[in-house]
């Protein structure tokens, strides 16, 4: 807006410009080239201000995206199953991006599809953006979607790219958590198997030599009983081998139960030096 006055009063002059006026021009002082440089002034004026406008709303947009990006990329990693990274995924893009039609497919090593989900459909005949997810052994899926054309080659699929690299991540992490966990079951049993077949034989072995104690005398048999009660030593330091094994995966699983019990110190260190004694 620009004021036109009869005479110059700058009192009124600020009290126009402060409402908005963009020039106060009194009309003694008014000719061509003052009015239309007060024109010109105004124009770029109103030209930066609704390009200000454009950039805020672009900006506010953007940092609106962003958030819900890191919301959805939180989310992707806290899923424990391919099916809720997909769906999220998918939610996530609705809220991204102005896309007709998404989908995600996810393929197993040999390319055959195991999972698919998509929102909205297709157009046909229309330009479909395919991102590949990824994975440790090659392509393990692809993400489809359809952008109106004058948002193809904008941030719309930049965000989409970022999207896409945390769902891959995400179905990487799945996988590498049941490969952990698959070792870690091997492992109990394994742990399980070796528990049962040594505990067996150290049964057989500690039995044997306490009936063997029981029949040799303290007076004739001195040396003997000497080395069974070597013998009983060694049984039970095996037998607490395997229980410090399974241990090891009590406390793993949280299950570990502490029994505190009294023992004779002099009975430890001549225990220890026992098996001291029989590895030199």
């Known amino acids: 807006v620009i004021i036109l006055a009869g005479h110059g009063d700058e009192s009124l002059a600020a009290e126009v410009m402060k409402r908005g006026a963009a020039d106060y021009i009194p009309k003694s002082e008014l000719d061509a080239n003052r009015f239309a440089k007060s024109v010109r002034a105004v124009v770029r004026m109103s030209i930066a201000q609704h390009l200000e406008t454009r950039a805020r709303l672009a900006l506010r947009r953007e940092a609106d995206r962003l958030a819900v990006l890191v919301s959805a990329s939180v989310e992707l990693h806290r899923a424990d199953n391919a099916i809720t990274i997909v769906e999220t995924a998918l939610a996530a893009i609705t809220q991204l991006v102005d896309a007709r039609f998404a989908k995600i497919e996810l393929y197993d090593h040999e390319r055959r599809p195991v999972l698919a989900r998509s929102v909205g459909s297709a157009t046909e005949g229309t330009c479909i953006h395919r991102l590949p997810l990824e994975g440790g052994n090659g392509v393990m899926g692809e993400l489809a979607v359809e952008l109106p054309s004058e948002l193809a080659e904008g941030l719309d699929v930049s965000i989409l790219t970022q999207l896409a690299i945390s769902v891959r991540m995400a179905l990487r992490n799945i996988e590498l958590r049941d490969v952990a966990c698959r070792a870690s079951q091997a492992r109990e049993d394994m742990l399980a198997i070796v528990a049962h077949d040594l505990r067996n034989p150290l ?78």
């Not at 039995?207 to 104690?213: E, I, N, P, R, V």
């Not at 048999?221 to 094994?245: C, K, N, S, W, Y």
């Open 203 to 280: 049964n057989t072995i500690s039995l044997a030599a306490s009936m063997l104690g029981t029949s040799l005398t303290p007076v004739d048999h001195a040396a003997e009983l000497a080395f069974v009660a070597r013998i009983e030593r060694g049984a039970g330091r095996m037998t607490r081998l395997i229980e410090d094994l399974l241990d090891a995966s009590r406390i793993e699983s949280g299950h570990l139960t502490v029994e505190p019990a009294r023992e004779r110190a002099v009975a430890l260190v001549d225990e220890a030096i026992d098996a001291a004694r029989a590895a030199a």
